[in-house]
């Protein structure tokens, strides 16, 4: 069966640090994988997505970047955090073409 | 540019009553759409969802109608229980893309 992991559960970090926070998938290959960042009023805000190794679609200009260097592995990073990068992060994986997406559990990073 | 809206809020039901959810798309393009389920701290959960081609899709206690003309597609819970209680995000890609947008969520309060 297919899981997805998301770690870590929450984060606390100091304005102007980096970040990482990673995603990985088991059980499927070459899923899309997503990011996405749950704020107040918005719903879930995608963020990043891939459908491939290296590929990587770009939704919102912000300081944070994704990578995917591995099939089933997805990584949301920043050099420097903002006040506002503060929220709920949310990591998904699709089979390709348009099917339902299965969540991890979330990273609430805060940034102090 | 929320191309996916949700304009409640919230919604407060008794139980065993029904639950009507509602959400509006702007993108004609949009031909497949999902419901999710989410509690507090957790990634959300597929719940049911359906394809441009069918105007209801039904699952248990969960029906979903979707009327294309109108740009809208609505969630009938029935009867409602106290469980499904949690916020409700109504989802839709479009053809030959796999980015996934969400609406702002809807929260459910079911009243014992």
């Known amino acids: 069966s297919q899981t997805i992991h998301q770690w870590p559960a929450t984060l606390v970090q100091p304005v102007g640090s980096p970040l990482s926070l990673e995603c990985t998938v088991e059980?499927?290959?070459?899923?899309?994988l997503y990011w996405y960042r749950q704020a107040a009023g918005r719903g879930l805000q995608l963020l990043f997505y891939?459908?491939?190794?290296?590929?990587i679609s770009s939704e919102v200009p912000q300081n944070l970047s994704a990578s995917r260097p591995q099939d089933r592995q997805f990584i949301l990073s920043s050099k420097k955090l903002l006040l506002s990068d503060s929220g709920f992060y949310l990591c998904a994986w699709s089979t390709q073409g348009n099917t339902e997406a299965f969540f991890g559990q979330g990273t609430r990073l805060t940034v102090v | 540019d929320q191309q996916v809206k949700q304009n409640s809020p919230s919604l407060s039901v008794q139980e065993g009553r029904i639950s009507i959810l509602n959400c509006d798309y702007t993108?004609?393009?949009?031909?497949?759409f999902l419901w999710y389920k989410k509690y507090p701290a957790e990634g959300p959960t597929f719940l049911i969802s359906?394809?441009?081609?069918?105007d209801k899709n039904e699952d248990g206690r969960f029906t979903v109608f979707l009327n294309k003309s109108a740009k809208h597609l609505s969630l009938h819970i029935v009867p409602s229980q106290p469980g499904d209680s949690a916020v409700y995000f109504c989802?839709?890609?479009?053809?030959?893309?796999?980015?996934?947008?969400f609406g702002a969520g809807t929260r459910l309060t079911v009243k014992p």
């Open positions: 359906i394809s441009s081609i069918k």
């Open positions: 059980g499927t290959s070459n899923p899309n």
């Open positions: 993108n004609s393009m949009f031909d497949y």
């Open positions: 891939s459908v491939g190794i290296g590929q």
């Open positions: 989802a839709a890609y479009r053809r030959g893309k796999d980015d996934m947008r």
